[in-house]
């Protein structure tokens, strides 16, 4: 299938970002250090704005910094921290760091607001079925992709835009092409959600200057090293294709489920990690078949399950539509 493909840089989110253009469907891939995720959108409805914008977070964390600063400090001065009469240059370091920062934060946002031309929005208006109340039940939800938009970068976006807003013209207007849905699938990484904790929970020694403090760390390394005992006392073919979904090889975690599948037809979380594995291989009509085989006591509304399966099939049939 043809692919047009456009790197961007997120308003909302770090990481890295693209957007990909495939058949009548629009995807919006992110790559962070702890997951990764995709969200599949259909063309037709998508709303395209351009406004002038700079970085606004710059600007609020440039202002905020300060107050939080000097909050630490006053923690530190009451906590038993380093005394002013004792460390008069750690005192002297910190308030110069603080005026310094200040002052490169400052700098990049006059760079932005000068060298940033303006920002892109991509808006899809979607209706979502409330399912714990009556049929009627349905609220809109608004899905928004915000971009910035250099000079330097802006005749590669505007390419990409024209080409989004060609597809929207060929697209018929009709039930089969408009599934009126928004989907999305995650991906992640264990070992860089444990980083992130570590890290997070690090932060009151840091803060506090209590070393002691360091062995909160402890906290997810032990709740990491408890999942990882209770995967452990899984039998060993879940747990190889357990290693193989984590490595994104689909294949080899699809043969050793199904085979651990007929050893104990009963075994549930074999099941769901097939159905899973299933949805990432894009092998939407082995998954179909397969969510049949599942009984319905392990499944709260086997109904939904086969809509969602559905929609994912009939989503991936349209990045392949030449429309």
């Not at 920002?119 to 899905?143: A, K, M, N, P």
Request: a neutral charge.
């Amino acid at each position: 299938m043809e692919t047009e493909r456009l790197k961007i840089r997120s308003l909302e989110r770090s990481g890295n970002s693209c957007l990909m253009l495939e058949g009548t469907v629009l995807i919006y891939k992110q790559t962070h250090w702890f997951s990764e995720s995709k969200t599949m959108i259909p063309i037709e409805s998508i709303q395209i704005s351009e406004h002038p914008k700079f970085y606004k977070d710059l600007l609020t964390l440039s202002l905020l910094i300060p107050v939080l600063i000097l909050i630490v400090v006053l923690l530190i001065r009451f906590t038993g921290g380093p005394q002013i009469t004792d460390a008069i240059e750690f005192w002297c370091v910190l308030i110069g760091g603080i005026v310094f920062f200040e002052f490169l934060m400052l700098l990049a946002l006059v760079f932005n607001f000068l060298f940033t031309k303006k920002s892109v929005c991509l808006s899809y208006t979607h209706t979502i079925r409330d399912v714990d109340i009556d049929s009627e039940g349905t609220f809109e939800e608004v899905f928004k992709i915000e971009f910035f938009k250099k000079r330097k970068d802006a005749k590669r976006i505007d390419s990409f835009l024209e080409k989004l807003k060609q597809k929207q013209l060929q697209v018929e207007d009709s039930e089969n092409t408009r599934p009126g849905y928004v989907l999305g699938i995650q991906h992640n990484h264990p070992k860089g959600i444990l980083f992130g904790r570590c890290l997070l929970f690090s932060l009151p020694s840091v803060i506090f200057l209590k070393y002691n403090l360091i062995l909160l760390v402890f906290i997810p390394i032990a709740l990491h090293l408890h999942t990882s005992l209770k995967i452990m006392k899984q039998p060993k073919e879940f747990r190889q294709a357990l290693k193989y979904f984590r490595r994104k090889k689909w294949d080899e975690a699809i043969e050793f489920l199904l085979h651990l599948h007929e050893q104990y037809p009963d075994y549930a979380p074999a099941m769901f990690l097939l159905l899973d594995t299933y949805i990432h291989a894009e092998r939407f009509d082995e998954a179909l078949n397969f969510s049949n085989e599942i009984p319905e006591n392990y499944v709260p509304d086997s109904n939904a399950l086969n809509l969602n399966l559905w929609q994912w099939k009939r989503m991936n049939m349209r990045r392949n539509d030449s429309k």
